[in-house]
């Protein structure tokens, strides 16, 4: 069974500095999608960055990028220069299947408090 | 982004009545909506996947009979939760998607069963 681990329950990270937030996933599926999507206290889902399996480089989002390693089945997101307003909760999650059949799930989340 | 607009955003119901969540895609096509549940600082549960003019393909342990999922049109689907009880209580989001690309969320409905 596709399954996403998260395993950082809290993390903090400085005003201006750099966290990494790292999220594994196990599959046995070639074809899929990555994404990590950000949930603030308003529990709005809001998608940060998302990595097709098929492309070996990274993406990168102004502040947002990840660090994908296929064989590995890792994920992370690194933020950069974090920002007060980044503090919520971070989501990895893994899409699977064909056309309109995907599945969509989620890690168990990883919250991330910016310290001024 | 798309948006996805999903009402009400709060409902509190009596025990043994019905409650229905509406989820609207309003500028795409959702050929595929999910339904998940929220407990307090914890991750999204998958309950079912929705494809359109289908019947909604439910998660294991996930009853069918109590959380009636209808997805009639390409821009509505609508979650009913029957019979609620108290454990019923939680955070309910759907998101929608158009095609295979990624999925926009509705603000989700917190649902209190009283």
């Known amino acids: 069974a596709q399954t996403v681990t998260q395993s950082q329950p809290e993390m903090s990270v400085q005003e201006a500095e750099t966290v990494t937030l790292s999220c594994t996933y196990d599959?046995?599926?070639?074809?899929?999608?990555l994404f990590w999507y950000k949930q603030p206290p308003s529990r709005q889902m809001i998608l940060v960055i998302r990595?097709?399996?098929?492309?070996?480089q990274n993406a990168t989002e102004n502040r947002f990028s990840v660090n994908f390693q296929k064989a590995a089945k890792s994920f992370s997101l690194k933020i950069s220069d974090s920002q007060l307003g980044d503090a919520a909760m971070y989501f990895c999650a893994y899409q699977y299947g064909s056309g309109n059949t995907g599945k969509l799930i989620f890690g168990q989340g990883t919250t991330l408090q910016v310290k001024p | 982004g798309a948006v996805v607009s999903q009402h009400p955003s709060r409902v509190i119901c009596k025990s043994g009545t019905s409650v229905k969540i509406e989820c609207r895609s309003l500028d795409f096509q959702a050929t595929t909506m999910f339904w998940y549940r929220q407990f307090p600082k914890k991750s999204l549960m998958l309950m079912a996947t929705s494809n359109e003019g289908s019947k909604a393909t439910y998660e294991q342990g996930v009853e069918k009979d109590k959380f009636l999922i209808n997805h009639a049109s390409l821009t509505l689907s609508t979650l009913t939760v029957t019979s609620a009880h108290p454990e019923d209580s939680s955070f309910y989001i759907c998101?929608?998607?158009?095609?295979?690309?990624?999925?926009?969320f509705g603000q989700g409905t917190r649902l209190t069963v009283v």
């Open positions: 599959t046995s599926e070639s074809d899929y999608y």
């Open positions: 998101s929608a998607r158009e095609g295979w690309t990624e999925a926009f």
């Open positions: 990595q097709e399996a098929y492309k070996q």
